[in-house]
């Protein structure tokens, strides 16, 4: 299928739905089709997450899901192995992170196949969800071949395999999950199209925005598109307020300013970038087109950097003091939720940890003690001790602190909140 298009979806019954990995996405995958009252088996590899599953609670924080789990748990629609089971359809959601030298690593996806492979049954689906590059669905599809030469694959035999495969990219907003899911769209990329009628069948079950049909690999591009675009704009944001500190500007009030053209919109700039993909779709993209990727390749050295330029200028602000205390606030990757995949806040913590400038005290409300890396202090604690006070995330606590109690502290806002 070359061209992208809508597909009118199948009758395909989809009774038993098996999600592999059960972490931001995966549980609120799983707990939405089985709040449709599908029986639905999430598979993890973590037995405290597990048990806690089973337990009807969550291992994560995110708005209302402990409420779709606690009920599909207790009425029998939602359990939780370490093991798959014979199911109709898998969903594959679990991590795509890149190596030290920003090659993808695979290695999550081979093991779900791997897991997966002896209980597939001929006329299951297989969709890859986790965020992944060119080329990786079809590269799901042959490590599943290889494992069960019984069955035929797409790549073999086309409309008449026995098992459909296909990629559904997440696009999903952490704090927003469970109604992003059901409300946005989904691109949807079989290996044919029997594939695509099979995957948007199994998505129709929660799903009332479009389902849009392409091809594997466009579908897989269009997600590392859409966070690459992203990560550009934040990079000209990021950039951007790193010149105006040198000349002496507030940045954020530019931004305010130049915003008001009509065909002006300039995000808003921050210590880096973070998250499970804006920080790492884009090497995606350039570890399949190195030499031509530069414009997206620059962008991410862009935002690689802030966390560095952020901690120069913490370490100049240190240096009037003989023992400072520098107070942190925030870890997570962004505002108002517990997710510190690729943060930069906690990057710069960490570094500054290391440095041995003074004594680094951190706060993050959303973040409890045995999730954190780096020992957490109370809010009242770092407002009272710190002589240096660096806002790193804008969660909501910490944009509605009292001036008062920050009047005579150094302030490095980051986020431009305490204007």
């Known amino acids: 299928m070359n061209s992208t298009s809508k597909i009118q979806h199948s009758k395909s019954d989809f009774n038993t739905i098996s999600v592999i990995g059960l972490g931001y996405i995966g549980l609120p995958t799983a707990a939405v089709f089985a709040s449709r009252k599908k029986t639905v088996i999430g598979v ?8 806690t599953i089973n337990r009807g609670e969550i291992h994560i924080v995110e708005p209302d899901l402990d409420m779709v789990v606690r009920a599909t748990v207790t009425e029998g629609y939602l359990k939780a192995t370490l093991e798959p089971e014979p199911a109709d359809a898998f969903v594959i959601a679990v991590p795509t992170p890149f190596k030290d030298d920003h090659v993808p690593d695979l290695a999550y996806i081979q093991s779900a196949c791997k897991a997966i492979a002896p209980v597939l049954e001929k006329g299951n689906l297989v969709v890859l969800e986790s965020t992944s590059p060119v080329g990786a669905t079809e590269q799901l599809s042959a490590w599943l071949a290889e494992e ?27 704090g927003h999950v469970l109604s992003e899911l059901v409300q946005n769209d989904r691109v949807i990329g079989g290996m044919s199209t029997k594939c695509s009628e099979m995957a948007v069948a199994l998505y129709k079950t929660f799903v009332k925005g479009e389902c849009i049909v392409t091809n594997a690999r466009t579908a897989e591009m269009c997600k590392l598109t859409e966070n690459s675009f992203r990560d550009v704009n934040i990079a000209f944001a990021n950039e951007l307020s790193m010149i105006c500190d040198s000349l002496q500007i507030n940045a954020w009030e530019l931004i305010r300013l130049a915003n008001r053209h009509p065909r002006v919109n300039i995000l808003q700039p921050g210590p880096g970038v973070g998250g499970h993909c804006i920080a790492v779709d884009p090497w995606f993209i350039v570890s399949k087109t190195p030499e031509i990727a530069r414009m997206i390749r620059t962008a991410r050295e862009v935002n690689d950097h802030k966390p560095q330029w952020v901690i120069d200028k913490i370490t100049a602000r240190a240096e009037r003091f003989k023992d400072p205390i520098i107070g942190c606030l925030g870890l997570t990757f962004k505002a108002n939720i517990d997710d510190l995949r690729e943060s930069p806040a906690l990057e710069i913590v960490k570094i500054l940890q290391e440095q041995n400038i003074g004594t680094i005290m951190a706060c993050d409300v959303n973040v409890v003690d045995a999730q954190s890396p780096v020992p957490l202090s109370s809010l009242e604690d770092v407002l009272q001790k710190a002589d240096i006070i660096v806002l790193l995330v804008d969660h909501d606590e910490f944009k509605t602190i009292d001036p008062e109690l920050l009047k005579d502290k150094i302030i490095i806002d980051t986020r431009g909140c305490w204007r």
Not at 44 to 51: K, S
Not at 161 to 169: E, F, L, N, Y
């Open 44 to 51: 993890d590899v973590n037995q405290d997450a597990i048990d």
């Open 148 to 174: 069960r030469p019984d069955l035929s694959f797409p790549q073999q035999d086309g409309v008449n395999s026995d098992i459909r495969v296909a990629h559904c990219p997440e696009r999903v907003l952490p």
